[in-house]
Each structure stands twice: as structure tokens, then as C-alpha cells.
Nanobody, 125 residues
């Protein structure tokens, strides 16, 4: 059972990237999915979460209006479209899966039982 994150890279401030997280080994179509990030020297922080069918989403304030989380259950994949990127968005981005969508409690990393390996996003000024 694995979550494989991809799509990271180097981009200039104001640019866009689209991260993907593909699940293998079993289907996660009924699971909530989330993205977290960790910058050097900082704790891992919540970015966004989506429920099993994409009908409900939750974002941390700093990315609202710039990032969009979505999913394609037929492909067992969750996405994070990141627009208007800022240098402070630089971090390793991780995807995670939880059996239950928790809405405003989605930031609680300990609730997620499956994690991907991370993909580096670097935003230059």
C-alpha cells in the first residue's frame, strides 16, 4: 500500500504547479485525502483536505484562493493545483489518507494512517 506524490519542482513566484498523489496496492476511493507540507526547520503543516467524493474541501488560510484540491477516484489520484505561488510555499509536500473526512479537524496529522514520500516544491523570488 503506497501513496506516490509527484509534480514538484522549481518555479518562480507567481507561477503554478500541479501536484499529484497516486495510490497503489489498494483503492483509497472511500478515504479522505490531504496535503501537508514541511519547510526546512519547521513542523509539518496542513495544507488542504478533500472528502471521498470531492464534495467537501478544507484549506489552511494561507492557501485559500490560490490552491485547489481535487481527486479522480477512477485513477485513485488526488491533486493539488497551486497557483500564485509564493516563496513561503517552498516545502516538501506530502499526501496522506484518512478513513474519515474530518472537516475543520483535517489539520490533525496524527489522524492520517497512510502517507506518501513527499515531493519538493521550491518557489524562487
Amino acid at each position: 500500500v503506497q501513496l506516490q506524490a509527484s509534480g514538484g519542482g522549481l518555479v518562480q513566484a507567481g507561477g503554478s504547479l500541479r501536484l499529484s498523489c497516486a495510490a497503489s496496492g489498494r483503492t483509497f476511493s472511500s478515504y479522505a485525502k490531504a496535503w501537508f507540507r514541511q519547510a526546512p526547520g519547521k513542523e509539518r503543516e496542513f495544507v488542504a483536505a478533500v472528502n471521498w467524493n470531492g464534495g467537501s474541501t478544507y484549506y489552511t488560510d494561507s492557501v485559500k484562493g490560490r490552491f485547489t484540491i481535487g481527486r479522480d477516484n477512477a485513477k485513485n489520484t488526488v491533486y493539488l493545483q497551486m497557483n500564485s505561488l509564493k516563496p513561503e510555499d517552498t516545502a516538501v509536500y506530502y499526501c496522506a489518507a484518512d478513513r474519515v473526512y474530518r472537516g475543520t479537524d483535517s489539520y490533525r496529522a496524527r489522524l492520517y494512517d497512510t502517507w506518501g514520500q513527499g515531493t519538493q516544491v521550491t518557489v524562487s523570488s
